[in-house]
C-alpha cells in the first residue's frame, strides 16, 4: 500500500472516529445537537475531504507525493509528459460536478428552517450536514477506495 493510500484510509478512519463520538454525545442529551453539529460537522467533513483527495494520489501517483492532498481532480499536479489521466480521474472528475461527492466537497445538504432560541445561541451560521448524511458519504468513499483500489492493485 502506497503512502498516499495509507494516508487516505487514516484519514477516513479519522473521520469515523469522529462520527462515533458525536453519536455518542447526541445520546448523551448533554450538548444541544446544533452545537454539536458545530462542533463536529466540519471536522468530520474535512477528514473525508482529506481521504479523497489522497486517495486522488493513489490513483495518479506523482513524484514526489505533495505534502498536502489535494481537495479535488482541478488540483492534482499536472500528468506527465506523454501519460494519459486515468480514467478514474475522469470518472471522478464527473462525479465532483454533480451527486454525492460535489455535496461533500462543497459541504452543502439542504438546509432545514433553524429558529435561534432564547436560551440556546449556537445556531450555525451556514449549514452543516449531520452525521447521518456524513457516514453516508463515508460509507461511499470507503466502496469507492475499495472498488478503485482493487483495480489499482493490479497495476
Not at 450538548?31 to 474535512?46: C, D, I, M
Not at 507525493?65 to 499536472?78: D, I, K, M
Not at 451560521?125 to 460509507?139: C, K, M, R
Not at 461511499?140 to 475499495?146: A, I, M, S, T, V
Request: with cysteine; hydrophobic share 40%.
Amino acid at each position: 500500500m502506497s503512502s498516499a493510500r495509507s494516508h487516505a484510509n487514516h484519514r477516513l478512519y479519522l473521520a469515523r472516529i469522529l462520527l462515533d463520538c458525536w453519536r455518542d454525545a447526541l445520546d448523551g442529551e448533554r450538548v444541544p445537537a446544533v452545537t454539536l453539529s458545530q462542533a463536529f460537522g466540519e471536522a468530520v467533513r474535512e477528514h473525508l475531504v482529506a481521504a479523497y483527495g489522497w486517495f486522488l494520489l493513489e490513483i495518479t501517483r506523482p513524484e514526489p507525493v505533495p505534502p498536502h492532498p489535494p481537495r479535488g481532480c482541478s488540483e492534482l499536479p499536472a500528468v506527465a509528459a506523454g501519460k494519459a489521466v486515468p480514467g478514474e480521474i475522469r470518472e471522478l472528475a464527473q462525479l465532483e460536478e454533480s451527486g454525492w461527492l460535489a455535496a461533500l466537497l462543497s459541504g452543502e445538504e439542504p438546509a432545514p428552517e433553524t429558529r435561534r432560541s432564547e436560551v440556546n445561541l449556537a445556531v450555525p451560521a451556514d449549514h452543516v450536514p449531520g452525521p447521518g448524511q456524513l457516514q453516508q458519504w463515508a460509507d461511499y468513499l470507503e466502496g469507492l477506495f475499495d472498488r478503485m483500489g482493487e483495480f489499482l492493485d493490479e497495476y
